[in-house]
């Protein structure tokens, strides 16, 4: 079992940058493959990125983040990083980490942060 815990969100001007980050607890960090969902407000929750148990392996994204967010992993320090660059007010969601498996282009998640907010202002 693993804990996660995100941070790094906050209030940004549309164009800016945040870092979210993922925190886990526990000796198995480098077991799971890490991922990151979303949820606006009245949406359902929605994938945004992931990325194999190394963190030059597979990365998976959605289209909308494409070219947009970097998800990368540090195994030494069992954190998990969602860059994210040239934000815009679509971008507004909480903010979840998840540790679950990477099976060819499907993510399925099994554990789940508390979620961190975001929000781009116009």
């Known amino acids: 079992q693993v804990q996660l815990v995100e941070s790094g969100g906050g209030l940004v001007q549309t164009g800016g940058s945040l870092r979210l980050s993922c925190a886990a607890s526990?000796?198995?960090?480098?077991?799971?493959?890490m991922g990151w969902f979303r949820q606006a407000p009245g949406k359902e929750r929605e994938f945004v990125a992931a990325l194999s148990r190394w963190s030059g392996g597979t990365q998976l994204y959605a289209d909308s983040v494409k070219g947009r967010f970097t998800i990368s992993r540090d195994n030494a320090k069992n954190t998990a990083y969602l860059q994210m660059n040239s934000l815009n007010p679509e971008d507004t969601a909480v903010y979840y980490c998840?540790?679950?498996?990477?099976?060819?282009?499907?993510?399925?998640?099994?554990?789940w942060g508390q979620g961190t907010q975001v929000t781009v202002s116009s």
């Open positions: 526990g000796r198995t960090f480098s077991s799971y493959a």
């Open positions: 998840a540790a679950g498996r990477l099976e060819y282009s499907d993510y399925r998640p099994s554990y």
